[in-house]
């Protein structure tokens, strides 16, 4: 079965502190991946996705992130971050144009960022 | 904003009883996912809904069943509710050209006393 791994619960960093979310999933076929992100009291948006091609992906908000095939991993990073970074970040996986087309979810880190 | 809606916000009922959520998918979207997100954990699929029919679901008991509607809309319904069943509950929508892709509505608030 599919699984995700979110390393960390919770990180804090200073405004303008570099961002790394680490991510990783168990799959050992082709996946579809995301980067999700839960604001207080907001719903969940799509920051970024992975479907093919470059394995470096440009989001919303400055987000990118990089998939690594040979480590099954779907870091998310942002140079500078602003105290309106701070949310819960979600990492997801499905199979593409699988029948069930569910997305499965790791754990979440949550993001504090200090002003 | 998605476009995705749902209703109601927030519901709090007693063990046993059974309850009803709805949402309605973004316009031009004819697939509806349903997630559980319990506290601290990230949303669990439920299950999809494709054309009126369920088109794969998760590790979840019967007792969690749903309906789709002609214009897409949805209904989560959960019978005999249990104290675990307290959660989140997540709506998201897509269109099966793109279903890989989904859109998540507010959520709606169950606690089960």
């Known amino acids: 079965a599919q699984s995700v791994s979110q390393h960390n619960h919770h990180v804090i960093l200073s405004e303008a502190a570099s961002l790394e979310l680490g991510c990783n999933y168990s799959?050992?076929?082709?996946?579809?991946l995301f980067w999700y992100v839960q604001y207080p009291g907001q719903h969940l948006q799509l920051l970024l996705k992975y479907f093919s091609g470059d394995p470096l992906v440009k989001g919303i908000k400055g987000f990118e992130a990089e998939f690594i095939k040979s480590k099954f991993s779907f870091n998310l990073r942002k140079p500078s971050v602003q105290w309106s970074d701070t949310a819960e970040y979600f990492c997801a996986v499905n199979s593409p144009g699988g029948s069930q087309g569910n997305l499965i979810f790791g754990k979440g880190t949550k993001l504090s960022v200090k002003p | 904003e998605t476009g995705v809606t749902q209703s109601p916000t927030h519901l709090i009922k007693t063990r046993g009883q059974q309850v009803t959520l709805r949402c309605s998918s973004q316009?031009?979207?004819?697939?509806v996912s349903w997630y559980q997100q319990a506290l601290g954990q990230g949303p669990q699929f439920i299950f999809q809904y494709y054309r009126e029919e369920e088109n794969g679901r998760g590790n979840f008991p019967p007792r969690f069943s749903g309906l789709q509607f002609p214009n897409y809309s949805s209904e989560l319904n959960v019978n005999a509710l249990e104290l675990d069943d307290s959660a989140l509950y997540l709506c998201?929508?897509?269109?099966?050209?793109?279903?890989?892709?989904?859109?998540f509505g507010p959520g709606t608030r169950l606690t089960v006393l």
């Open positions: 998201a929508s897509s269109s099966k050209s793109s279903t890989d892709t989904q859109y």
């Open positions: 316009s031009g979207h004819n697939t």
């Open positions: 799959y050992g076929g082709t996946v579809n």
